[in-house]
């Protein structure tokens, strides 16, 4: 949905920045090395948040997938709207779990910038040149109910995976137009087409 790469930080403004944790940590990533963002900047909501993916793994592009269900789930045409509609939901909610349970604002922005990049790995998926399958995990998607509470608001209980399990239950849908032939062409355009479109993401 995105271009869902991590972004790296601008060319650094402030003098002697780069002797700080969150300098050196920006001048790593720019150059493309793993890093650690447990408790990066000194900030203790980012306590494990290397154990949910792995230290470099950040967005998860790196994973196992195990089908479990392949093509008995098929996919059924629905005008686009609609589809525009239910993803701007889980957009929205993104957001609200972003902003309603996390106060950092540093914090903030690295989950969503893990987020960011991980969905955007789908896009490879989709282009068949991540190695991947196109699917999705139905045991975490068995867990949507349990975002909420019975009052509607953001549940806060461990739900019992981590960022390892993701693929390990793969749905592959069947029923898609996906031609060896000419579908890697096709596909291609659309995706830069697409990107043409929103150019500064």
């Not at 972003?98 to 789908?122: D, N």
């Not at 009052?151 to 793969?170: I, M, P, R």
Request: proline fraction near 2%; include cysteine.
């Amino acid at each position: 949905m995105f271009s869902k790469i991590a972004l790296v930080s601008l060319a650094l403004l402030v003098s002697g920045v780069m002797s700080s944790p969150i300098g050196q940590s920006s001048a790593l990533a720019a150059r493309g090395g793993p890093v650690s963002f447990d408790h990066w900047g000194g900030f203790d909501s980012l306590d494990n948040f290397d154990n949910f993916y792995g230290v470099d793994n950040f967005a998860h592009f790196d994973f196992e997938q195990v089908v479990v269900q392949e093509t008995s789930v098929v996919c059924h045409a629905q005008a686009i709207e609609i589809i525009q509609q239910r993803l701007v939901v889980l957009q929205e909610m993104a957001k609200r779990i972003i902003t309603e349970q996390i106060c950092e604002v540093e914090t903030q922005t690295v989950v969503f910038e893990q987020f960011h990049a991980s969905l955007g790995s789908f896009s490879h998926d989709l282009r068949r040149d991540s190695g991947h399958q196109v699917g999705y995990d139905s045991s975490i998607t068995g867990h949507y109910g349990d975002l909420f509470g019975d009052d509607g608001s953001l549940s806060v209980h461990d739900l019992g995976f981590s960022g390892s399990d993701v693929g390990q239950n793969t749905v592959v849908v069947g029923g898609g137009n996906w031609n060896d032939a000419t579908s890697p062409a096709s596909v291609d355009n659309a995706f830069f087409t697409a990107k043409g479109a929103h150019p500064g993401l």
